[in-house]
């Protein structure tokens, strides 16, 4: 679900379990999605994106997933380490607006037990 | 290389002051953006600069907020009559700025401001 103010959605996973983190878009027109993770004190830093010709695309231990018929993205992270604990938004925009402007979801919080 | 820089990192003042945010982006990106991130939110875009124009300012709230980036590299974030209402992280991004294509956004650690 969406986030309201603090109360971020809250994802906890056993270390070295396999995390999904879910994202759903508005805008049909959206055709570049980007997944940032961000940590406490720090700026999102990019991990992965996908454009809207793909479904999927892998990156070291991160698989993106891209459903455009029902507008969802999901972040796949293998093997999740303590090092993963973080906030991930998800970030889209649309080339046909011929806007670079990002639009962000209200993010989802990993918690990673060791 | 070296990332997105911001200086300052926290920036504390009082409502009505005039404050600038700063932002060096990484060496060779023509495209700047800044952005606004509020507690357990995600970043909003508040302004874009292809070079040394503001190609797109649409996420300025009001006219108090200004911006500029006189030659094509680091750029200011100026705030007039700060509002308690202005308290937030004011992150910076850069990309390459490629034509024609979304170019991955890069971001800087941002600047804690706070009105008091």
């Known amino acids: 679900g969406e986030s309201v103010g603090l109360h971020l959605p809250t994802l906890s996973v056993q270390e070295g379990d396999n995390s999904i983190i879910n994202c759903a878009y508005s805008n049909s027109a959206s055709d570049y999605f980007i997944w940032y993770k961000q940590e406490s004190g720090k700026g999102p830093q990019f991990i992965i994106d996908i454009r809207s010709n793909m479904d999927k695309r892998q990156g070291q231990r991160v698989t993106v997933l891209l459903n455009k018929t029902v507008k969802h993205l999901s972040l796949q992270i293998a093997a999740t380490q303590p090092g993963d604990s973080a906030v991930y938004f998800c970030?889209?925009?649309?080339?046909?607006?011929?806007?670079?402007?990002?639009?962000f979801g209200s993010g989802t919080r990993l918690q990673v037990q060791p | 290389g070296a990332g997105v820089s911001q200086t300052p990192s926290n920036k504390v003042t009082e409502k009505g002051k005039y404050v600038e945010l700063r932002c060096d982006p990484i060496?060779?990106?023509?495209?700047l953006y800044w952005y606004r991130q509020s507690l357990g939110q995600g970043p909003e875009f508040l302004i874009y600069f292809q070079g040394t124009g503001a190609a797109d300012d649409s996420g300025l709230p009001n006219d108090r907020f200004f911006a500029v980036r006189p030659e094509g590299s680091v750029s200011t974030l100026k705030i007039q009559r700060t509002e308690r209402g202005d308290s937030a992280v004011y992150l910076c991004?850069?990309?390459?700025?490629?034509?024609?294509?979304?170019?991955?956004?890069?971001f800087g650690p941002g600047t804690r401001l706070t009105v008091l």
């Open positions: 991004a850069s990309s390459p700025g490629l034509a024609m294509t979304q170019d991955t956004q890069y």
């Open positions: 060496s060779g990106h023509t495209a």
């Open positions: 970030a889209e925009n649309s080339r046909d607006t011929g806007r670079r402007a990002l639009t």
